[in-house]
């Protein structure tokens, strides 16, 4: 990899709001060390070195410390500028009906892979006391997730984190930025089972859009964004309405079979 440029390293690349950050740091002038869990990272790294830059790429289960560690070796001893730790997996259903599996694996992606990623970064960030680290929230962590608990608990585990860390980095040259979308047009749904739910068949957020608010957001160093104006009223609604609320109300979005046959 070249060393002329600064490096932006992208987790959940391959596609959706990743790869749409990819592109943004790429078109800003950033070298890329991106990694997914899919194959299509290979046509996402093509795709991204059209743009004129450095792109390094590896097909990796992030879940689990190996995988990280497989872009870990393959930044090397580079210095990051940016890190978005975008990368995470959902899963419908009722929590009792899931596959422990599957909801292990939720967890491991979305809190423990990213946290051992954050952690190494990090450090050397806060050595060179410069760099920008993004995460990819949710509003989901903002309210009980019926019908999708695991993935709403990590995204609130997420959301948490992220102020915490931003918190104990405030007097350091690096910034920590939350972004906060609702639903996006992605595969998300597709992977997790969730197209029968009226949240699967609804309207949904233009990932490139999306990646630019979180993006803009970063560069400036905010603390987070939510994505899109119904959202921000969802998460002002959720910040004022009882527990038990928001779960029966997140119910009638999540549940199977909710969405139109």
């Keep these: 990899m070249s060393s002329l440029r600064p490096l932006a390293v992208v987790t959940g690349a391959s596609s959706g709001i990743g790869y749409e950050l990819a592109k943004l740091c ?77 909801a292990r694996s939720v967890i491991d992606t979305n809190v423990m892979g990213t946290l051992f990623l954050v952690h190494t970064i990090g450090q050397g960030m806060r050595a060179r006391d410069r760099g920008r680290i993004l995460f990819t929230g949710s509003i989901a962590g903002l309210m009980p997730g019926s019908f999708q608990a695991v993935y709403n608990g990590t995204k609130a585990f997420v959301d948490s984190f992220s102020f915490a860390l931003r918190n104990e980095l405030k007097d350091t040259g690096v910034s920590v930025t939350c972004l906060m979308p609702g639903p996006v047009d992605t595969d998300f749904f597709e992977r997790a089972d969730m197209l029968d739910t009226k949240v699967g068949q609804g309207k949904k957020a233009d990932p490139a859009k999306v990646a630019k608010v979180g993006f803009d957001a970063m560069m400036k160093g905010e603390g987070d964004v939510v994505a899109g104006f119904m959202n921000k009223l969802q998460a002002a609604v959720a910040a004022v309405t009882p527990q038990s609320q928001l779960a029966e109300m997140h119910r009638g979005m999540a549940e199977p079979g909710s969405g139109k046959s």
């Excluded at 390094?56 to 990051?80: F, H, Y």
């Design 26 to 102: 790429a078109e800003n002038g950033y070298d890329l060390a991106i990694a997914a869990d899919q194959p299509t990272i290979v046509e996402a790294k093509q795709a991204l070195e059209a743009i004129g830059v450095t792109v390094a790429a590896v097909q990796t289960d992030l879940s689990t410390e190996v995988g990280v560690q497989d872009l870990l070796d393959l930044i090397g001893d580079r210095s990051v500028d940016i890190l978005c730790a975008n990368a995470g997996h959902g899963l419908g259903h009722g929590f009792l009906d899931q596959r422990w599996k599957e």
